[in-house]
Nanobody, 123 residues
Framework: QVQLVESGGGLVQAGDSLRLSCAASGRSFSSYGMGWFRQAPGKEREFVAAISRSGGITGYGDSVKGRFTISRDNVKNTVYLQMNNMKPEDTAAYYC????????????????WGQGTQVTVSS
């Protein structure tokens, strides 16, 4: 079992940067592939980024490629999402998730979810 807690959300302006963190507690954090998803009001949950257990493989959704970077620290049991050149369309609740698979991009692949952190980008 893994418990996930996101932090770092807030209100920023277009073009700004923000870094989200997701702290994991429980056993064997390094056994899980980790991902970030986001969900805007009235929309489905959208894949943002994923990272393999060791951190050597990453994947990104098309809308964030080149702007967002996912990373992890298996000593601190934390996964990060660095968001640069943010746009109003990035506004959403951002969720961290853990998967027994690796670099997965579908909601159903993930076994554990955090409660989310709100990110709002003003124009």
């Amino acid at each position: 079992q893994v418990q996930l807690v996101e932090s770092g959300g807030g209100l920023v302006q277009a073009g700004d940067s923000l870094r989200l963190s997701c702290a994991a507690s429980g056993r064997s954090f390094s056994s899980y592939g980790m991902g970030w998803f986001r969900q805007a009001p009235g929309k489905e949950r959208e894949f943002v980024a994923a990272i393999s257990r060791s951190g050597g493989i990453t994947g990104y959704g098309d809308s964030v490629k080149g702007r967002f970077t996912i990373s992890r620290d298996n000593v601190k049991n934390t996964v990060y999402l660095q968001m640069n050149n943010m746009k109003p369309e990035d506004t959403a609740a951002y969720y961290c998730a853990a998967s027994l698979a690796t670099v997965a991009n579908t909601v159903s692949t993930y076994n554990y979810w955090g409660q989310g952190t709100q990110v709002t980008v003003s124009s």
